[in-house]
T-cell receptor
Framework: GQQLNQSPQSMFIQEGEDVSMNCTSS?????WLWYKQDPGEGPVLLIA?????ELTSNGRLTAQFGITRKDSFLNISASIPSDVGIYFC????????????FGQGTILTVHP | DSGVTQTPKHLITATGQRVTLRCSPR?????VYWYQQSLDQGLQFLIQ???????AKGNILERFSAQQFPDLHSELNLSSLELGDSALYFC???????????FGPGTRLLVL
């Protein structure tokens, strides 16, 4: 089945620093999504990517759909304390209908 | 607020029991998805319904079943519960079936 490797598993940064995380897949995806999850809450959509090479921003967040369609990157600039949470990448492949495959998550801690 | 609602928020039950989790999708969304999130397995896709019909199946146990009703709300039935079924159960919805999914707040199930 499809596998997603997300890295790093966790990050401890100072407020104001930039953050980068990425996901790689063993197979091609048609859609890449990035979600943020706070403890005990549902994942909240941050950015959706639909085309290889696409670069999309949402405020301080920027994500890219890799050209090979097997990877995606999320960058957070000038981190703030409320960026704390778990970030998940998710991919959708064309033959799997709506099924999303999720990465293992990156736990982000921001020190004030 | 994603517009997806789930009830109950918390559920505590005993092994061998049966429970029903309920989900109402965003207004206008025809597709509903169920996911299970446990500490050791991450977010796992269980099943998808589209306009009342099962569309895709993931790692759903035979003890689990789901349905989507004419008003598009969905229920996930978990029976013969085991300790290992303790997890967060999320519902997500999308307009048709292959686009961006929006998640509800989840139901936390604890089996004692």
């Amino acid at each position: 089945g499809q596998q997603l490797n997300q890295s790093p598993q966790s990050m401890f940064i100072q407020e104001g620093e930039d953050v980068s995380m990425n996901c790689t897949s063993s197979s091609i995806f048609n859609t890449w999504l990035w979600y943020k999850q706070d403890p005990g809450e549902g994942p909240v959509l941050l950015i959706a990517l639909y085309k290889a090479g696409e670069l999309t921003s949402n405020g301080r967040l920027t994500a890219q759909f890799g050209i090979t369609r097997k990877d995606s990157f999320l960058n957070i600039s000038a981190s703030i304390p409320s960026d704390v949470g778990i970030y998940f990448c998710a991919g959708h492949g064309g033959t799997s209908y709506g099924k999303l495959t999720f990465g293992q998550g990156t736990i982000l801690t921001v020190h004030p | 607020d994603s517009g997806v609602t789930q009830t109950p928020k918390h559920l505590i039950t005993a092994t061998g029991q049966r429970v029903t989790l309920r989900c109402s999708p965003r207004s206008g969304d025809l597709s509903v998805y169920w996911y299970q999130q446990s500490l050791d397995q991450g977010l796992q896709f269980l099943i998808q319904y589209y306009n009342g019909e099962e569309r895709a199946k993931g790692n759903i146990l035979e003890r689990f079943s789901a349905q989507q009703f004419p008003d598009l709300h969905s229920e996930l039935n978990l029976s013969s519960l085991e300790l290992g079924d303790s997890a967060l159960y999320f519902c997500a919805s999308s307009v048709e079936g292959i686009e961006t999914q929006y998640f509800g707040p989840g139901t936390r199930l604890l089996v004692l």
